[in-house]
Structures are given as C-alpha cells and as structure tokens.
C-alpha cells in the first residue's frame, strides 16, 4: 500500500492542471485559425443601402404591375402607367424614409429618357413574336399584348445619401420581380 501525503496530494493535482493546460492549447490555437464567422457576403449586402433600394423596389413594381396585368385595354394604357405609379406611391414613401434615423436617406424620380431608351432595347419584338407596340410612358415601359397592356418595366433613379457619401443609380425593375439593370 502506497501512502499519499497532502503535499504529494498537492504535486499531483498541480501536475494534471499543467497537462490538462497543454492538451487545451492546441484546441484553442485551432478555434483562433479556423474559428467561425459571420456570413460576409450577407452581412455587406443587408448594409448596402442601394441594394435595400432596389428589393424594396422589385417588391412593390411587382405588386403594383400584378394589380394592373390582364385589366386594361391597349387603348387604356395611359391607365395603366396611372394605376402602376398610384401603387407604387406606398413603397416609394416606405424607402423615402425607410432609415432615415440611421443616417440614410433615399431620393426616388422616375427616369423617363431611361425609360425610353429600354423599351427600344428591350421589348420583345420581330416576326416569330406575337407582341405589339411597345411604349415608355412616365418611366413605365408598356407594351400591347392581345389588345391587352402589359408593364414590362419601371424606371427610376435613386440617390443613397448616407453619413460616408452619396451614390446614384438609374435602376430598371422589370414588373416580373427583378432588376433588369443598374447603373
């Protein structure tokens, strides 16, 4: 039988924290090299005040073309851009003052030159397609399908004042949900 004094009592259990010590090193070292991070790519784009502008954007052409799709004449067009802009008021007030208390502020124009410019680009057209005129009005793109109007598109320009700058951007939301272009 083996008698243990307090004092070797003492070595042992200050000689098993040492170990213990050294086991966990190599387990802190490999935390610090490869621990985890936030999602960066996530992280910038929620922070990017011109993408908030353009989803927020995209939501509402979309709902406020999905309310006008199928309900107007080609000869009633020019209620349509009125119907689509009346819907899009909302959305445009919610991003005018979306984070203003954070030192963000948003301008919001319709860009009818833009506009314009992209219908003649972009409309479908040409012999193997069925559409027909295709026309800009106030910054919303329309075009005749079946003596039906069909929004293609909005345009708008939106300036990001923040506390580091500003920013400027003429961006086209087609009424599908998506932003055709930016620049």
């Not at 119907?83 to 919001?108: H, N």
């Amino acid at each position: 039988m083996v008698r243990v004094t307090r004092e070797d009592r003492g070595q042992l259990v200050l000689v098993a924290a040492a170990v213990l010590a050294l086991a966990l090193v190599p387990i802190a070292f490999a935390y610090l090299q490869l621990g985890y991070h936030a999602d960066v790519r996530a992280s910038v784009e929620y922070d990017d005040p011109q993408r908030n502008a353009e989803r927020l954007l995209e939501r509402s052409v979309y709902e406020a073309s999905a309310d006008v799709q199928g309900e107007y004449d080609w000869w009633q067009r020019e209620n349509v851009v009125r119907d689509v802009r009346d819907g899009l008021q909302p959305g445009l007030e919610t991003l005018r003052s979306a984070r203003v208390e954070s030192g963000t502020a948003y301008e919001v124009s319709y860009n009818r030159t833009a506009a314009e410019r992209w219908a003649g680009d972009n409309c479908p057209s040409g012999p193997s397609r069925e559409f027909g005129p295709c026309e800009a009005i106030d910054g919303v793109v329309v075009q005749e399908r079946a003596d039906e109007t069909d929004v293609l598109a909005v345009v708008v320009d939106v300036r990001v004042t923040t506390e580091r700058g500003w920013s400027q951007s003429t961006v086209v939301v087609r009424s599908v949900g998506e932003t055709a272009d930016s620049s």
